[in-house]
């Protein structure tokens, strides 16, 4: 495999110069700032907001750095995984010519950031069983291919891909390859961001909306070599990341044992959820899951969602998604909220079946 970043790259981002925010041209925390057209006032709030935020979230990346095990120029920062998902395309595929591979079932926003940018969507399937097959994929790969993406632990599925199956991807395309771990804080797989020196088309997703319990500050990571790196924070909107959200991240990771411990809570509910889903005599089948959600299969699956809401318990119907037929993506809730749903799921099973 013979990796080439500037050839994959679309020609006019590389001869792209880059809009240059104040915050780039003085990085400096002292002095008197006349340079941004903020209010000197400061703000209408009681809290200082009135002046912009670091471009590039050093603090922050600094602190990530030391976390992840990653250095700070392999990180990159935004509005959720779905900011960096976006420049990718903005930066890899020329629109109307250029396709992307995608392993459904799989998360949806690969495909909807591929139409928002004209790139098409090749579909390789998972096996029945959710694993890549990798033979299929690299004899998808065209001279047009530009990126795969690969969700590991899966979502909707809920498990992990084997490990060989995307070192062999690694290894064979020269193009890039996505590996979105957005649920890798509640599996038993060491991240592939650890081994980004051993490939260079590796670019791994990772957020702080699941285990983090910070969903609603919209904050997203990809690792990536400094070239790849570069390029994004090239093309990204210059402050794409809040004070607000730095500054909230930043007090959060002084607290890393309350986030273990959340995920051990996380995984133990998990654990009792899935047994006693398959204690339920109508539940077909509950699939293993490295996530904090369980893929549950059940008889008419839409109609059983749609009780479900009219009793106020909302779970996702996946039964439209490829592989998915009659199956229902159940997040693990605290264990109040597990027992009020076991017990609205056996209720509704019990009157389908009765009627």
């Known amino acids: 495999m013979a990796f080439d970043l500037k050839s994959l790259l679309r020609p006019h981002i590389a001869a792209l110069k880059p809009y240059s925010s104040a915050r780039d041209e003085y990085t400096g925390k002292e002095g008197i700032f006349l340079d941004a057209n903020e209010n000197p006032l400061g703000s209408i ?53 250029d396709n992307i591979i995608i392993l459904p079932p799989t998360y949806g926003m690969y495909e909807v950031s591929a139409g928002i940018n004209d790139t098409r969507v090749v579909k390789v399937p998972l096996s029945t069983d959710f694993q890549m097959e990798e033979e299929k994929v690299l004899q998808a790969v065209d001279e047009h291919t530009k990126i795969i993406f690969i969700c590991s632990p899966n979502n909707p599925s809920g498990n992990k891909l084997k490990r060989a199956s995307i070192y062999q991807i690694l290894r064979s395309f020269d193009g890039l390859l996505v590996v979105d771990e957005a649920y890798i804080d509640f599996s038993d797989e060491p991240s592939f961001s650890l081994e980004l020196d051993q490939f260079p088309n590796l670019l791994v997703l990772q957020t702080l909306s699941k285990a983090w319990g910070l969903a609603a500050l919209r904050l997203g990571m990809a690792f990536a070599s400094p070239e790849i790196i570069a390029i994004l924070n090239k093309i990204k909107p210059p402050y794409n990341v809040s004070g607000l959200t730095q500054q909230t991240v930043l007090q959060a990771m002084n607290h890393m044992d309350k986030l273990d411990g959340m995920v051990r809570e996380i995984l133990t509910q998990k654990e009792s959820l899935a047994e006693e889903l398959n204690k339920i005599p109508l539940v077909e089948k509950v699939y293993p899951s490295q996530a904090n959600f369980l893929l549950v299969k059940v008889p008419q699956a839409q109609k059983v969602y749609q009780e479900l809401i009219g009793r106020k318990i909302i779970v996702r119907d996946r039964s439209q998604v490829q592989r998915c037929d009659d199956c229902l993506r159940i997040t693990v809730g605290s264990m109040d909220e597990n027992k009020r749903m076991l017990q609205a799921l056996k209720e509704v099973l019990e009157s389908q079946a009765g009627s």
């Open 45 to 97: 709030t009681q809290d200082a907001f009135n002046r912009y935020p670091d471009p590039y979230q050093t603090a922050l990346k600094a602190k990530l750095s030391q976390i992840k095990q990653v250095p700070a120029d392999r990180i990159f920062l935004g509005n959720g995984s779905d900011e960096a998902i976006d420049l990718l395309f903005r930066a890899f595929c020329r629109p109307g010519i």
